[in-house]
Protein backbone atom coordinates (compact mmCIF):
# COMPACT_ATOMS: atom_id res chain seq x y z
CA UNK A 1 0.00 0.00 0.00
CA UNK A 2 2.66 2.21 0.98
CA UNK A 3 4.75 1.35 -1.79
CA UNK A 4 1.77 2.35 -3.86
CA UNK A 5 1.31 5.50 -2.68
CA UNK A 6 4.89 6.37 -3.10
CA UNK A 7 5.21 5.58 -6.10
CA UNK A 8 1.94 7.07 -7.63
CA UNK A 9 3.56 10.25 -5.76
CA UNK A 10 7.21 10.01 -7.58
CA UNK A 11 5.45 9.24 -10.94
CA UNK A 12 2.67 11.94 -11.62
CA UNK A 13 4.10 15.42 -9.90
CA UNK A 14 3.71 17.85 -11.81
CA UNK A 15 4.91 21.22 -13.06
CA UNK A 16 3.61 24.36 -10.79
CA UNK A 17 2.71 27.77 -11.82
CA UNK A 18 4.94 30.19 -11.16
CA UNK A 19 2.35 32.66 -10.23
CA UNK A 20 2.50 31.94 -6.49
CA UNK A 21 1.67 34.62 -3.94
CA UNK A 22 4.75 35.84 -1.56
CA UNK A 23 5.09 34.07 1.62
CA UNK A 24 3.54 35.27 4.71
CA UNK A 25 5.41 38.00 6.40
CA UNK A 26 6.22 38.02 9.93
CA UNK A 27 3.82 41.27 10.63
CA UNK A 28 1.05 39.34 8.95
CA UNK A 29 1.86 35.77 11.12
CA UNK A 30 1.73 38.08 14.31
CA UNK A 31 -1.83 39.45 13.14
CA UNK A 32 -2.97 35.70 12.88
CA UNK A 33 -1.99 35.15 16.12
CA UNK A 34 -3.38 37.91 17.94
CA UNK A 35 -6.69 38.06 15.76
CA UNK A 36 -6.65 33.42 16.57
CA UNK A 37 -7.39 34.31 20.08
CA UNK A 38 -3.78 33.19 21.06
CA UNK A 39 -3.15 36.55 23.24
CA UNK A 40 -6.64 37.36 24.05
CA UNK A 41 -6.12 37.00 27.70
CA UNK A 42 -2.86 39.01 27.74
CA UNK A 43 -4.34 42.05 25.26
CA UNK A 44 -7.30 42.58 27.66
CA UNK A 45 -5.18 42.89 30.70
CA UNK A 46 -2.83 45.33 28.93
CA UNK A 47 -5.67 46.73 27.62
CA UNK A 48 -7.79 47.50 30.87
CA UNK A 49 -4.60 48.17 32.98
CA UNK A 50 -4.03 51.37 30.71
CA UNK A 51 -7.59 52.47 30.34
CA UNK A 52 -7.03 52.73 34.17
CA UNK A 53 -4.26 54.43 34.38
CA UNK A 54 -5.66 56.86 31.71
CA UNK A 55 -8.91 57.83 33.46
CA UNK A 56 -7.21 58.40 36.91
CA UNK A 57 -4.73 60.49 34.69
CA UNK A 58 -7.88 62.65 33.32
CA UNK A 59 -9.53 62.07 36.82
CA UNK A 60 -7.01 63.49 38.96
CA UNK A 61 -5.51 66.80 36.16
CA UNK A 62 -9.50 68.10 35.92
CA UNK A 63 -10.52 67.51 39.78
CA UNK A 64 -7.10 68.79 41.08
CA UNK A 65 -5.66 70.91 38.56
CA UNK A 66 -2.07 68.98 38.17
CA UNK A 67 0.09 68.32 35.48
CA UNK A 68 0.29 65.41 33.15
CA UNK A 69 3.03 63.88 34.77
CA UNK A 70 1.67 64.36 38.30
CA UNK A 71 -1.41 62.89 37.63
CA UNK A 72 0.31 59.82 35.78
CA UNK A 73 2.36 59.34 39.06
CA UNK A 74 -0.82 59.71 41.53
CA UNK A 75 -2.48 57.11 39.14
CA UNK A 76 0.33 54.57 38.48
CA UNK A 77 0.95 54.45 42.56
CA UNK A 78 -3.11 53.98 43.38
CA UNK A 79 -3.55 51.22 40.84
CA UNK A 80 -0.15 49.46 41.80
CA UNK A 81 -0.81 49.64 45.55
CA UNK A 82 2.44 51.13 46.12
CA UNK A 83 0.98 53.39 48.45
CA UNK A 84 3.49 56.68 48.51
CA UNK A 85 2.99 59.84 49.62
CA UNK A 86 0.69 62.42 47.63
CA UNK A 87 2.53 65.25 45.59
CA UNK A 88 -0.33 67.78 47.30
CA UNK A 89 -2.95 67.39 49.81
CA UNK A 90 -5.95 66.65 48.28
CA UNK A 91 -9.46 68.14 47.87
CA UNK A 92 -12.18 66.28 49.29
CA UNK A 93 -13.71 65.61 45.74
CA UNK A 94 -10.38 64.22 45.31
CA UNK A 95 -9.84 61.80 48.17
CA UNK A 96 -13.49 60.66 47.10
CA UNK A 97 -12.29 60.45 43.59
CA UNK A 98 -9.06 58.36 45.00
CA UNK A 99 -11.54 56.06 47.07
CA UNK A 100 -13.77 55.09 44.05
CA UNK A 101 -10.13 54.60 41.53
CA UNK A 102 -8.84 52.00 44.58
CA UNK A 103 -11.97 49.52 44.77
CA UNK A 104 -12.25 49.92 41.08
CA UNK A 105 -9.15 48.58 39.91
CA UNK A 106 -7.61 46.63 42.65
CA UNK A 107 -9.12 43.74 40.76
CA UNK A 108 -8.00 44.93 37.07
CA UNK A 109 -4.59 44.94 39.16
CA UNK A 110 -5.22 42.31 40.52
CA UNK A 111 -6.11 40.38 36.79
CA UNK A 112 -2.90 41.56 35.22
CA UNK A 113 -1.17 40.23 37.42
CA UNK A 114 -2.33 36.84 37.54
CA UNK A 115 -2.43 36.58 33.43
CA UNK A 116 1.01 37.91 33.22
CA UNK A 117 2.32 35.29 35.90
CA UNK A 118 0.17 32.42 33.78
CA UNK A 119 1.93 33.48 30.30
CA UNK A 120 5.42 33.61 32.26
CA UNK A 121 5.30 30.79 34.39
CA UNK A 122 3.43 28.47 33.04
CA UNK A 123 5.03 28.45 29.47
CA UNK A 124 2.04 30.39 27.39
CA UNK A 125 4.29 32.52 26.17
CA UNK A 126 6.90 30.38 24.81
CA UNK A 127 3.85 27.88 23.36
CA UNK A 128 3.26 31.39 21.88
CA UNK A 129 6.80 31.93 20.59
CA UNK A 130 6.59 28.21 19.58
CA UNK A 131 3.48 28.65 17.66
CA UNK A 132 4.93 31.50 15.65
CA UNK A 133 7.91 29.97 14.51
CA UNK A 134 5.97 26.90 12.81
CA UNK A 135 4.22 29.71 11.46
CA UNK A 136 7.11 31.61 9.96
CA UNK A 137 8.29 28.12 8.24
CA UNK A 138 5.41 26.69 7.16
CA UNK A 139 4.70 29.87 5.11
CA UNK A 140 8.23 29.96 3.45
CA UNK A 141 7.57 26.18 2.26
CA UNK A 142 7.38 26.57 -1.35
CA UNK A 143 7.18 22.62 -3.64
CA UNK A 144 6.06 20.97 -0.63
CA UNK A 145 4.08 17.57 0.36
CA UNK A 146 0.88 18.24 2.57
CA UNK A 147 -0.38 15.63 4.68
CA UNK A 148 -4.07 15.34 5.79
CA UNK A 149 -4.36 13.13 8.87
CA UNK A 150 -1.62 12.06 10.53
CA UNK A 151 -3.22 8.64 11.99
CA UNK A 152 -2.03 5.02 10.89
CA UNK A 153 -1.87 5.35 6.67
CA UNK A 154 -0.70 9.35 7.29
CA UNK A 155 2.07 8.32 9.56
CA UNK A 156 3.45 5.47 7.35
CA UNK A 157 3.23 7.98 4.43
CA UNK A 158 5.44 10.50 6.60
CA UNK A 159 7.88 7.82 7.47
CA UNK A 160 8.27 6.39 4.04
CA UNK A 161 8.20 9.90 2.54
CA UNK A 162 11.39 10.57 5.37
CA UNK A 163 13.30 7.43 4.47
CA UNK A 164 12.99 8.42 0.57
CA UNK A 165 14.90 12.07 1.06
CA UNK A 166 11.87 13.67 1.39
CA UNK A 167 11.81 16.03 3.96
CA UNK A 168 10.37 19.17 3.11
CA UNK A 169 6.49 17.90 3.73
CA UNK A 170 3.92 19.52 6.06
CA UNK A 171 1.74 17.35 8.55
CA UNK A 172 -2.39 18.83 9.44
CA UNK A 173 -4.09 16.92 12.09
CA UNK A 174 -6.20 18.24 14.45
CA UNK A 175 -4.58 16.30 17.39
CA UNK A 176 -0.99 17.51 17.92
CA UNK A 177 -0.64 14.55 20.92
CA UNK A 178 -0.58 12.31 17.82
CA UNK A 179 2.43 14.13 16.52
CA UNK A 180 4.33 13.86 19.90
CA UNK A 181 3.91 10.33 20.44
CA UNK A 182 5.80 9.83 16.95
CA UNK A 183 7.73 12.88 17.16
CA UNK A 184 8.80 13.37 20.95
CA UNK A 185 8.95 17.21 20.50
CA UNK A 186 7.08 19.01 18.01
CA UNK A 187 10.05 21.64 16.54
CA UNK A 188 11.26 18.29 14.44
CA UNK A 189 8.61 18.58 11.99
CA UNK A 190 6.72 21.44 9.78
CA UNK A 191 2.62 20.76 11.25
CA UNK A 192 -0.37 22.72 11.04
CA UNK A 193 -2.98 22.14 13.84
CA UNK A 194 -6.62 22.20 12.71
CA UNK A 195 -9.01 20.49 10.93
CA UNK A 196 -8.29 19.47 7.04
CA UNK A 197 -11.30 20.08 5.98
CA UNK A 198 -11.31 23.22 6.84
CA UNK A 199 -10.77 26.05 4.07
CA UNK A 200 -8.74 28.46 6.48
CA UNK A 201 -6.12 25.28 7.60
CA UNK A 202 -5.68 24.38 3.85
CA UNK A 203 -4.76 28.13 3.36
CA UNK A 204 -2.37 27.99 6.08
CA UNK A 205 -0.88 24.95 4.36
CA UNK A 206 0.38 27.49 1.49
CA UNK A 207 -1.79 24.30 -0.78
CA UNK A 208 -1.20 26.94 -3.97
CA UNK A 209 2.12 26.09 -3.66
CA UNK A 210 2.25 22.52 -2.60
CA UNK A 211 3.70 20.18 -4.76
CA UNK A 212 1.32 17.87 -3.89
CA UNK A 213 -1.17 16.51 -1.49
CA UNK A 214 -2.08 13.20 0.36
CA UNK A 215 -5.41 12.69 1.88
CA UNK A 216 -5.43 10.21 4.65
CA UNK A 217 -8.59 11.33 6.51
CA UNK A 218 -9.97 8.19 7.77
CA UNK A 219 -13.99 9.25 6.49
CA UNK A 220 -14.76 9.20 2.58
CA UNK A 221 -16.50 12.21 2.76
CA UNK A 222 -13.84 14.13 4.40
CA UNK A 223 -10.98 12.96 1.55
CA UNK A 224 -13.78 14.39 -1.14
CA UNK A 225 -14.02 17.59 0.87
CA UNK A 226 -10.58 18.18 0.96
CA UNK A 227 -10.01 16.78 -2.81
CA UNK A 228 -12.81 19.56 -3.98
CA UNK A 229 -10.88 22.20 -1.85
CA UNK A 230 -7.37 21.49 -2.50
CA UNK A 231 -8.26 21.17 -6.12
CA UNK A 232 -10.41 24.29 -6.14
CA UNK A 233 -7.34 26.39 -5.05
CA UNK A 234 -4.53 24.43 -6.85
CA UNK A 235 -5.58 23.47 -10.36
CA UNK A 236 -2.37 21.56 -11.14
CA UNK A 237 -1.24 19.57 -7.92
CA UNK A 238 -0.72 16.03 -7.58
CA UNK A 239 -3.45 14.98 -5.06
CA UNK A 240 -3.40 11.66 -3.53
CA UNK A 241 -6.35 10.56 -1.27
CA UNK A 242 -6.92 7.55 0.11
CA UNK A 243 -10.43 5.27 -0.33
CA UNK A 244 -12.82 2.92 1.40
CA UNK A 245 -14.93 1.57 -1.15
CA UNK A 246 -15.29 1.56 -4.81
CA UNK A 247 -18.28 3.92 -4.54
CA UNK A 248 -15.59 6.54 -3.15
CA UNK A 249 -13.06 5.71 -4.95
CA UNK A 250 -15.42 7.15 -8.09
CA UNK A 251 -16.25 9.97 -5.85
CA UNK A 252 -12.72 11.01 -5.40
CA UNK A 253 -11.96 10.45 -8.82
CA UNK A 254 -14.58 13.01 -10.24
CA UNK A 255 -14.02 15.87 -7.17
CA UNK A 256 -10.21 15.76 -8.86
CA UNK A 257 -7.77 13.41 -7.18
CA UNK A 258 -5.21 12.43 -9.49
CA UNK A 259 -4.82 8.97 -7.68
CA UNK A 260 -6.69 7.43 -5.30
CA UNK A 261 -5.38 4.32 -3.10
CA UNK A 262 -8.03 1.85 -1.42
CA UNK A 263 -6.04 -0.07 1.76
CA UNK A 264 -8.26 -2.28 2.09
CA UNK A 265 -8.61 -3.84 -1.40
CA UNK A 266 -5.09 -3.67 -1.54
CA UNK A 267 -4.80 -5.41 1.71
CA UNK A 268 -6.95 -7.97 0.56
CA UNK A 269 -5.39 -8.74 -2.57
CA UNK A 270 -1.67 -8.73 -0.56
CA UNK A 271 -3.03 -11.55 1.37
CA UNK A 272 -4.71 -13.53 -1.43
CA UNK A 273 -1.24 -13.58 -3.38
CA UNK A 274 0.56 -14.48 -0.28
CA UNK A 275 -1.28 -17.75 -1.02
CA UNK A 276 -1.18 -17.43 -4.88
CA UNK A 277 2.20 -16.51 -5.92
CA UNK A 278 4.18 -15.90 -2.74
CA UNK A 279 7.57 -15.28 -4.25
CA UNK A 280 6.06 -11.96 -6.42
CA UNK A 281 4.62 -10.85 -3.02
CA UNK A 282 7.85 -11.61 -1.22
CA UNK A 283 9.77 -9.23 -3.93
CA UNK A 284 7.20 -6.76 -3.47
CA UNK A 285 8.53 -6.66 -0.02
CA UNK A 286 11.34 -6.32 -0.75
CA UNK A 287 10.48 -3.34 -3.04
CA UNK A 288 8.76 -1.64 0.10
CA UNK A 289 11.68 -1.82 2.32
CA UNK A 290 10.68 -5.57 4.51
CA UNK A 291 13.48 -8.29 5.03
CA UNK A 292 17.02 -7.72 5.14
CA UNK A 293 18.05 -7.47 1.43
CA UNK A 294 15.35 -4.47 0.40
CA UNK A 295 15.51 -2.82 -2.97
CA UNK A 296 14.42 0.62 -4.14
CA UNK A 297 12.60 2.12 -7.00
CA UNK A 298 13.83 5.41 -8.12
CA UNK A 299 13.32 7.33 -11.37
CA UNK A 300 15.39 9.32 -13.69
CA UNK A 301 14.24 12.05 -15.82
CA UNK A 302 16.24 13.41 -19.28
CA UNK A 303 15.49 16.79 -17.60
CA UNK A 304 17.69 15.78 -14.51
CA UNK A 305 20.53 13.90 -16.74
CA UNK A 306 24.19 15.01 -17.09
CA UNK A 307 24.77 16.39 -20.33
CA UNK A 308 27.44 13.91 -21.30
CA UNK A 309 24.73 11.10 -21.10
CA UNK A 310 21.97 12.68 -22.59
CA UNK A 311 22.78 11.03 -26.44
CA UNK A 312 23.22 7.37 -24.99
CA UNK A 313 20.93 4.89 -25.54
CA UNK A 314 19.27 2.44 -22.66
CA UNK A 315 21.97 0.19 -23.24
CA UNK A 316 24.58 2.12 -23.00
CA UNK A 317 22.66 3.97 -19.60
CA UNK A 318 22.66 0.56 -18.06
CA UNK A 319 26.14 -0.81 -19.20
CA UNK A 320 27.50 2.41 -18.30
CA UNK A 321 27.25 2.27 -14.65
CA UNK A 322 29.41 1.00 -12.03
CA UNK A 323 26.91 1.13 -9.58
CA UNK A 324 24.98 -2.43 -10.36
CA UNK A 325 21.36 -0.77 -10.36
CA UNK A 326 19.35 -2.30 -13.48
CA UNK A 327 16.74 -0.08 -15.38
CA UNK A 328 13.75 -2.25 -15.61
CA UNK A 329 10.99 0.42 -16.90
CA UNK A 330 11.08 3.39 -19.48
CA UNK A 331 8.09 5.97 -19.82
CA UNK A 332 8.03 7.82 -23.24
CA UNK A 333 7.02 11.10 -23.30
CA UNK A 334 4.31 10.43 -25.75
CA UNK A 335 3.31 6.84 -25.78
CA UNK A 336 3.68 6.49 -21.76
CA UNK A 337 4.91 3.37 -20.08
CA UNK A 338 6.95 1.06 -22.48
CA UNK A 339 7.29 -2.24 -21.60
CA UNK A 340 10.62 -3.95 -23.34
CA UNK A 341 11.86 -1.03 -25.14
CA UNK A 342 14.41 -1.30 -27.67
CA UNK A 343 17.54 -1.49 -25.67
CA UNK A 344 18.96 0.95 -28.63
CA UNK A 345 16.67 3.76 -27.98
CA UNK A 346 18.07 6.79 -27.72
CA UNK A 347 16.93 8.72 -24.24
CA UNK A 348 15.41 12.07 -25.08
CA UNK A 349 13.12 15.14 -24.07
CA UNK A 350 10.44 14.10 -21.90
CA UNK A 351 11.38 10.46 -20.77
CA UNK A 352 11.84 8.78 -18.07
CA UNK A 353 13.74 5.21 -16.58
CA UNK A 354 12.67 3.56 -13.59
CA UNK A 355 15.77 1.69 -11.56
CA UNK A 356 15.91 -0.87 -9.37
CA UNK A 357 18.79 -1.69 -6.76
CA UNK A 358 19.85 -1.12 -3.19
CA UNK A 359 20.14 1.84 -1.63
CA UNK A 360 23.64 2.39 -1.82
CA UNK A 361 23.54 0.93 -5.45
CA UNK A 362 21.02 4.09 -5.91
CA UNK A 363 22.72 6.79 -4.50
CA UNK A 364 25.84 5.68 -6.66
CA UNK A 365 23.67 5.55 -9.86
CA UNK A 366 22.29 8.88 -9.02
CA UNK A 367 25.35 10.74 -8.03
CA UNK A 368 26.89 9.36 -11.68
CA UNK A 369 24.33 10.32 -13.93
CA UNK A 370 21.82 12.92 -12.15
CA UNK A 371 23.15 16.41 -12.62
Given at each position: MVFCLIFGLNSRFMPQSKDYPPPQSRITILRGILLGGKLNRLVLAVSLLLSSTMSGVVGYMWIEGIRFWDALYLATIILSTVGMNEIKPLSELGRAFTVFYILANFSIFA???SVITRYIFEGELRQIFRRYMITEKVSRLNGH???CG?????RKVCEQLEN???RKFLIVERDKDKLLDHYGQLDKVAYIEGDATDDAVLAQANIARAKAVI???PEDASNVYVVLSVREINPTVTIIARASS???QQKLRRAGATHVV???AIGGMHMANLIIRPEVVEFIDLLNGVGENKLRLDELRFANLKEQYRNDTIHQLQT???SGVNVIGFKDAKQGFVFNPNPHRKFDEGDTIIVIGQENEIRAFMKQFMK
Open positions: YFIIVVFGRYGNGFSTLESAMPDGNT
